[in-house]
T-cell receptor, first 116, second 115 residues
Framework: AQTVTQSQPEMSVQEAETVTLSCTYD???????LFWYKQPPSRQMILVIR??????QNATENRFSVNFQKAAKSFSLKISDSQLGDTAMYFC?????????????FGKGTKLSVIP | GAGVSQTPSNKVTEKGKYVELRCDPI?????LYWYRQSLGQGPEFLIY????????DSGLPNDRFFAVRPEGSVSTLKIQRTERGDSAVYLC?????????????FGPGTRLLVL
């Protein structure tokens, strides 16, 4: 079974600053996919970024980037130039590759507050 | 539609009652997933549909929970004899094909409160 751990229940950052959210995972799989989702108070989970484990290059999406360390089983999210709209819960999620893999396994989330 | 929609947005019921939660996936998506999110937790998988069939229902907690997708589009999650422990946000997601590593697109969820 896979587990996902987010060790920071809450974080805050000043507007325009940079913040990094941590995520570690435990798996015996060699190939898999990792995701960061954002959940604002509206409850809708919004995809922030997706990483394929077999790709060495870290994924980036505008102000969002990841630091993927496969050997360490670490997948942190960096948010640059933080904006008030980034205030939300952030969830790290894992899914193994291969047939029969449909279930996303989520961490407990990090509540991020962006302070004006 | 433009995104996954779920109705109702909120549902309050009494212990022992029956409830139905509806999910409308993104048009053309064949894969549909249900998750349950308890307070302070990440979502937990309940069931996965590929077309009309439940391909994986290993996450359903017990036989009071049942889901259908009769025409391969809209899905309904049904909970019989509700218990207070069923209170949670029920999230639905869809993806185009259910292919390896495909992004799952979520709806806004239904918040269920069992009194």
């Amino acid at each position: 079974a896979q587990t996902v751990t987010q060790s920071q229940p809450e974080m805050s950052v000043q507007e325009a600053e940079t913040v990094t959210l941590s995520c570690t995972y435990d798996t015996s799989e060699s190939n898999y996919y990792l995701f960061w989702y954002k959940q604002p108070p509206s409850r809708q989970m919004i995809l922030v970024i997706r990483q394929e484990a077999y790709k060495q290059q870290n994924a980036t999406e505008n102000r969002f980037s990841v630091n993927f360390q496969k050997a360490a089983k670490s997948f942190s999210l960096k948010i640059s130039d933080s904006q008030l709209g980034d205030t939300a819960m952030y969830f790290c999620a894992f899914i193994p590759s291969g047939a029969g893999s449909y279930q996303l396994t989520f961490g407990k989330g990090t509540k991020l507050s962006v302070i004006p | 539609g433009a995104g996954v929609s779920q109705t109702p947005s909120n549902k309050v019921t009494e212990k022992g009652k029956y409830v139905e939660l509806r999910c409308d996936p993104i048009s053309g998506h064949t894969a549909l997933y249900w998750y349950r999110q308890s307070l302070g937790q990440g979502p937990e998988f309940l069931i996965y549909f590929q077309g009309t069939g439940a391909a994986d229902d290993s996450g359903l907690p017990n036989d009071r929970f049942f889901a259908v997708r009769p025409e391969g589009s809209v899905s309904t999650l049904k909970i019989q004899r509700t218990e207070r422990g069923d209170s949670a946000v029920y999230l639905c997601a869809s993806s185009p094909l259910g292919a390896d590593g495909e992004t799952q697109y979520f709806g806004p969820g239904t918040r269920l409160l069992v009194l």
